[in-house]
């Protein structure tokens, strides 16, 4: 691989400045993971007739499946839950989707990694990014959605972007961090395999948060859920909360400062693990 | 100004899982290349042990050795793919390694998508691989094949893919793992050319090899490992005539 440093590689420092430059420098490459994250999906439905439209069809599938059953369940009317469960679903796969798939992010590119001097960022983004090209295809869904539910394009829903961001660089602080110790301890994958199916439930992913009892308010109290919120509330033509922002921001830094320390300490160390 | 240089450069791989100290452990040692020492569970293997080398403009390196001396460790410290665990590396130019020109080749795809595949993973931006292709595509001599997916290549025609790709950048430093060469008669005719331009064309060429016509025909430095250390580094003909 065609590289151009004039002084010994940032990689090879253990130092934080130059552990943020490698950052940088694997997140620059955008002209690099993008195209790949879009030829990962476009290869892996090469040969299939609708190819990647199949993500939306089997998320819409899913969708005219639970809907009607989740609404008579709980007892709600189907123009305020099926924009919610929809949105839901689709976002937590986003999210479980970077989260699980995180765990494998460098020991299945131990080729690349020992090829040639590569930032590890750019694995993290190519994931992301082919993540959220899925997103992007089961995000289709809602526009139908929305329309019937008459949800129409509001000022609110501009909020969306700073939240998703939020959300964005959250998953990327969890999946370095994961990726970095699933490469060194191999069965932490079936852990957070295990969590993230925990998660899911405790997540008001097709529960509406209105419907807990004060109680147990708590539960809504992690960073999941937050988050979640930041990004479905303004689709859905509402508002959050200043305590809502303040407490997505605060978790994103939290999260971005824990993965950052990871990273710094122990990226050196990847290539000799995977 | 190319330079490449190594000060005391050790590298030591981690070796997990493996089982308390047992005999096997005293077979292992004498069959595989590093020195194997033990710490905290985790076996540790030596692979290079206080390597030092400086390389500039003009310089053509041969390595030799064993099997599992370190030459493929060495040229991926070489390509700065591994911080040593002891010493110092540094570099001067860019650099392109040609150890595995078949990484990121995708069977589904069609050859002209694993020409932009693999140009992407060589780093080169989307612009850069248009520019290149038609003088990729020509130079494989694979034509109307290359619409096709690369699953209904023969391994050559694969092989010629691979190395049209691969050698179409140009870079100060060159890492070699065995000379490159593809396809039939004739393709490797074209190839081999190619290959002597680039070479021709670099500052600084390291190359891993075992067989000593390569060295004497393009090296002009040779260095011998041996379980990790090297012996010398010395003028190419005083030290094939030993090793030999």
């Not at chain 1, 961090?177 to 490469?183: D, E, K, N, S, V």
């Not at chain 1, 109290?221 to 305590?243: Q, Y």
């Not at chain 1, 950052?260 to 693990?273: D, E, M, P, S, T």
């Amino acid at each position: 691989m065609a590289s151009a440093f004039s002084f010994t590689p940032a990689s090879h420092s253990s130092t934080p400045s130059h552990a943020l430059a490698d950052w940088f420098r694997g997140t620059s490459r955008i002209g690099t993971w993008l195209p790949l994250a879009w030829y990962d999906i476009c290869l892996r439905y090469r040969r299939s007739m609708l190819g990647p439209l199949w993500l939306t069809i089997s998320m819409g599938a899913m969708l005219l499946g639970m809907g009607p059953l989740y609404a008579a369940l709980f007892g709600l009317p189907m123009h305020s839950f099926f924009p919610h469960l929809a949105l839901g679903m689709v976002f937590w796969l986003f999210i479980a989707g970077t989260i699980n798939e995180s765990c494998g992010v460098f020991t299945q590119s131990a080729g690349y990694l020992k090829h040639a001097d590569s930032p590890l960022s750019l694995f993290v983004w190519r994931l992301e990014a082919r993540q959220a090209v899925q997103l992007a295809h089961h995000a289709l869904l809602y526009l139908p959605i929305a329309w019937w539910a008459g949800i129409r394009p509001s000022a609110a829903m501009v909020m969306f972007i700073p939240g998703f961001l939020l959300l964005v660089f959250f998953l990327h602080a969890i999946a370095m961090a994961l990726g970095i110790m699933c490469a060194r301890f191999r069965d932490i994958a079936q852990i957070v395999s295990s969590l993230v199916g925990f998660l899911m439930f405790l997540t008001p992913v097709v529960w509406q948060p209105e419907t807990l009892p004060p109680r147990m308010r708590f539960v809504l109290d992690n960073p999941f859920a937050i988050l979640l919120s930041l990004v479905r509330d303004p689709l859905l033509g509402k508002t959050c909360s200043s305590d809502a922002w303040i407490s997505g921001v605060a978790w994103t830094v939290a999260a971005v400062i824990v993965s950052f320390l990871v990273f710094a300490w122990k990226r050196r160390q990847v290539v000799y693990w995977v | 100004m190319a330079l490449l240089e190594l000060r005391g450069v050790s590298i030591d791989l981690p070796v997990f899982g493996f089982d308390a100290a047992s005999l096997k452990k005293t077979v292992a040692r004498t069959v595989t290349g590093g020195r194997i020492k033990f710490d905290t569970g985790v076996t540790v293997v030596r692979a290079l042990d206080g390597i030092s080398l400086t390389l500039r403009d003009g310089d053509r390196l041969g390595v030799i050795g064993h099997n599992g001396a370190g030459k493929t460790t060495l040229l991926r410290t070489l390509a700065g793919v591994y911080p040593p665990s002891q010493g110092t590396y540094l570099r001067k130019g860019t650099l392109v390694s040609f150890i595995d020109p078949m990484l990121g080749i995708e069977m589904d795809a069609t050859g002209y998508e694993n020409i932009r595949l693999r140009g992407l993973v060589m780093g080169l931006n989307h612009a850069t691989i248009s520019r290149l292709s038609p003088d990729i595509a020509e130079f494989s001599g694979l034509g109307d094949y290359l619409a096709m997916p690369v699953r209904t290549y023969s391994a050559g025609m694969l092989m010629r893919l691979a190395f049209s790709i691969v050698t179409s950048v140009r870079a100060d430093i060159l890492l070699l793992d065995e000379w490159l060469s593809a396809g039939d008669a004739d393709f490797r005719q074209r190839a081999d050319q190619r290959m002597r331009e680039i070479v021709a064309n670099t500052g600084i060429l390291v190359l891993a090899t075992h067989s000593p016509d390569m060295v004497q025909r393009e090296c002009n430095r040779v260095m011998q490992l041996s379980h990790g250390r090297t012996a010398s580094d010395e003028p190419v003909l005083e030290r094939l005539m030993s090793f030999w």
